[in-house]
């Protein structure tokens, strides 16, 4: 049996990984796939009920039932287990019950979040003693196939109520952060909502098995992605947002902004409701991290995480059926008596500021006013199911709204607006969603709308036409709506006029075209495309090139063997790391260190192949008396000991001119650019730019030079890492590295190191000398790149970080200390 997770558990640290383009879908097969779902919540609220029954006494599951779903289970010879299913997300828990019926093996990860006591009164896991806590536990894991996250009251409401509903949801749904949260306890909030996910994280890591697919959900567990690709640095992980995601320019006001994108960037693949909102989050990634992007997703160390837009749906099948019990059709009859030759329009939706319902009622209220043929004709039902967390001013406004248009249009005979503020019984809203005229949505940001799509399948008789805002997730789908903007209130008014006297072979086209649209594309379509897409792009990179990681162990090994070496080295990304400002890249301490060391032994030539100038090599490792040095690409060398040699010397660089004229043009409309001059070459630097409108005058560069330049010049481009190069075709890292080669007498140990374009050059020579030598000898060559192990490289090693090249040197160096220590008399 799996544990469950509580506080007490260990945590965990990392870094990303990263997938590759998609495969076709038939080279998958989801149904023998195990799926880990990770969701806030558990799909079932827990009971304790008093019994003297002493055996387990598992009830059937009803197929079709959302409210009553029971289980009980004895967990002593006083209590019993019993379990409803929750309310709320009916949509994501239908697409992942529907995962479980492919595979039975699946489990699914949530909070317990708090049960009913015996006595029927709320309380949170941590009243719970040993014994029932494990009782839970055992019923849920066994008959359930879910595990359990138990979280204490404080630590629950820091995370839920505090940072999620505090920050991150106004965030997402474009409510400035600062407007709702307490900035005192935003710090605390914080350190629980890490706390929270560190826990799902451990959760899942209970029960991982080398294979699974691990699916997270949702705002409340930004975190997890990362969490669990730092111990789990080959799984398949999926993420999916049910919310909105705002525009880079509110969510980088976040002050954890960079924890969450970071987090989230540990995901395979993440899947948003919309283009537009996939969109804001690869602009956020960009603007906030500095990350290249394309509409297909992040390049996030040196791979891409694909972005991808999967529509959620509803459970149809199951509101076929509720919407056709016999005690539906009852009410339908008393509430068509009840209205009787009255027009009623629906709706139905949270309390809170972003559904819209103020915007609503204003509408209906300028419909009222504007087409009083319609008084006492029409009639607006309007069911809100109470937040999560109180909305007392919003409650208190509505109520005021809703007696003003009462008293100024009603009569003693005759309310327009029914205002049911309170959880309504499944069968009476089923009822008012077969008998409704209109259904009319206004929300003002919203991620999936299930409240449109259930309209949709409840009309199949009356075919009466929906609207709904162009704010909520499901617009783009239902494009047979009618479209409006709830801040339009005469706009909406019109809109209600327009359906509600719709010719009846149009209202059967538009419902027909929706009911299409709903029917295909339900909640198991959603989760199986997710899926499948996911899956798809993890076999994709299976089948690519996985560069494996560099075995240190190994390296030293062939070290103390070899008796000559040469040892090669790129600065930039690679002994320090990419910064800001070129200018604070300064050489680590250690690395200097070992680099003298190494430098000391006469058999190693230790060489730095970089980019950078001159001057900037002589400042900060000059002071190294036996290291060589190589500048702009190959374009200067300088032996230990000697003077620097211009290998351009005898090229023609008047191209320079044109090329600075170009990149002078893009640095002035560039704000943030500047042009780097050196003596043989000419670099673009787009780093400190808007990180958007950079990448896009970087490409508009590129094709400019590409066209009027490269095409005529013995020129290359170079795209580096937020910059552009130009440089001389004849000279690059890779003719360096065949001089130094051929200038070493018998070496039988090369270390080669770098991360960009520039050092592929390197590796490339290096692997056709390699295939020259011996088996013994080709073994003692170690290309390494720096950044994701699945980017396009001729290298045969990788390392993520700089600190990983570094760290090696260091061991090389202590070799060298160990060997000098022991000839010390």
């Known amino acids: 049996m799996t544990p469950a997770m509580d506080q007490t558990s260990m945590t965990l640290n990392g870094i990303n990984g990263s997938v590759a383009p998609s495969v076709p879908l038939s080279a998958v097969d989801t149904k023998k796939t195990r799926i880990i779902s990770v969701t806030h919540y558990l799909p079932h609220m827990c009971s304790l009920r008093k019994t003297m029954n002493t055996t387990a ?146 959760a899942v890591l209970s029960t991982y098995q080398e294979g699974d697919v691990i699916w997270v959900h949702d705002y409340h567990l930004m975190l997890v992605p990362k969490l669990l690709r730092d111990a789990l640095p080959t799984a398949t992980i999926g993420f999916f947002l049910h919310t909105p995601f705002p525009s880079s320019e509110l969510f980088r006001s976040l002050p954890r902004r960079r924890e969450i994108l970071q987090g989230l960037l540990g995901a395979s693949e993440l899947g948003f409701q919309t283009y537009s909102y996939s969109r804001h989050f690869i602009s956020s990634c960009t603007r906030v991290l500095g990350l290249e992007s394309t509409p297909k997703g992040v390049d996030y160390h040196g791979g891409l995480v ?31 008596d009840m209205y009787h030759g009255k027009r009623i329009i629906i709706g139905r939706d949270k309390l809170d500021q972003v559904t819209g319902i103020l915007q609503k009622f204003r509408a209906f209220e ?47 005979e005759f309310t ?81 006029h327009d359906a509600l006297t719709i010719p009846q072979e149009e209202r059967l086209s538009k419902h027909q075209k929706l009911y299409d649209y709903v029917v295909h594309h339900d909640a198991k379509f959603w989760a199986r495309s997710f899926l499948r897409d996911l899956c798809s792009s993890e076999l994709a990179m299976e089948m690519s090139h996985i560069t494996p990681f560099l075995d240190s162990h190994l390296v030293v090994d062939k070290y103390k063997q070899s008796q000559s070496r040469l040892i090669c080295l790129d600065y930039d990304g690679t002994l320090s790391p990419i910064v800001k400002n070129p200018a604070d890249a300064l050489p680590p301490a250690n690395m200097l260190e070992a680099l003298l060391t190494l430098t000391a032994n006469p058999d190693n030539a230790v060489w730095v192949v970089s980019g950078r100038d001159q001057d900037f090599l002589e400042e900060h490792l000059g002071h190294i008396p036996n290291l060589g040095l190589s500048a702009e690409h190959g374009c200067f060398i300088k032996r230990p000991g000697g003077e620097w040699v211009n290998f351009s010397e005898n090229l023609d660089l008047g191209w ?60 290359e481009i170079l795209v580096g890492k937020k910059n552009l190069e130009v440089r001389p075709k004849a000279i690059n890292k890779g003719e360096i590295v065949k001089r130094l080669w051929s200038g070493q007498d018998n070496c039988t140990f090369v270390f080669c190191a770098g991360d960009d374009k520039t050092d592929e050059d390197m590796f490339r020579a290096f692997r056709k000398i390699q295939r020259t030598l011996d088996t013994e000898h080709q073994q003692a060559i170690f290309n390494v790149t720096v950044g ?5 490289t001729m290298a045969s090693w990788h390392v993520p970080e700089t600190t990983d090249i570094v760290d090696c040197l260091v061991a090389m160096a202590e070799v060298e200390k160990q060997r000098l220590a022991v000839q010390e008399p």
């Open 57 to 202: 006494n598992p009830e059937p599951e009803p197929a079709h039932d959302n409210e009553a779903n029971h289980l009980s289970h004895s967990s002593t010879g006083e209590v019993q287990w019993t379990f409803t299913r929750r309310r709320g997300h009916t949509a994501m828990y239908a697409g992942i019950r529907s995962l479980c019926e492919d595979n039975p093996e699946s489990v699914h990860i949530g909070s317990v979040g708090v049960y009913y006591d015996a006595d029927g009164q709320k309380q949170y896991p941590d009243s719970l003693s040993d014994e029932l806590k494990a009782s839970l536990q055992t019923v849920l894991t066994e008959e359930k196939q879910c595990i359990p996250v138990f979280l204490n009251k404080q630590l629950a409401y820091g995370h839920y109520e505090g940072y999620c509903k505090s920050d991150l949801w106004p965030l997402l749904h474009y409510i400035p952060w600062d407007n709702v949260a307490d900035p005192k306890k935003d710090v605390h909030y914080w350190d629980d909502y890490l706390a929270v996910n560190r826990l799902y994280a451990d």
């Open 306 to 336: 694909p972005v991808g837009i999967f529509p959620i749906g509803i459970d149809v099948e199951s509101v076929l059926h509720n919407r056709s019990v016999p005690n539906v059709q009852n009410k339908m009859k008393l509430i068509l």
């Open 366 to 412: 300028k419909f009222l006013a504007k087409y009083p043929e319609w008084r006492d004709q029409v009639v607006l039902i309007q069911v809100t199911s109470p937040a999560l967390v109180d909305s007392p001013r919003l409650e208190s406004r509505i109520s005021e709204l809703v007696t003003r248009i009462n008293s100024t249009y009603g009569s003693l």
């Open 416 to 496: 327009p607006i029914h205002y049911h503020n309170a959880f309504l019984d499944r069968d009476e809203y089923y009822a008012l969603l077969n008998v409704a005229s209109l259904g009319l949505i206004t929300s003002v940001r919203d991620g999936m709308n299930t409240t449109s799509h259930e309209f949709v399948v409840c009309q199949q008789e009356r075919h009466s036409p929906l609207i709904l805002s162009e704010f909520t997730g499901t617009a783009s789908s239902l494009s047979a709506a009618i479209h409006v903007n709830p801040w339009d209130y005469e706009g909406v008014a019109d809109a209600i």
């Open 656 to 715: 320079k001119t044109d090329v600075l004229e170009i990149f002078k043009y893009y640095e002035e409309r560039t704000q943030g650019s500047v042009v780097e001059q050196k003596k043989c070459a000419l670099t673009w630097h787009y780093r400190n730019a808007d990180p958007e409108y950079g990448m896009f005058q970087a490409k508009e560069c590129q094709n400019h030079l590409e066209n009027n330049i490269v095409a005529k010049l013995p020129v």
């Open 788 to 792: 994701s192990n699945q980017k396009k």
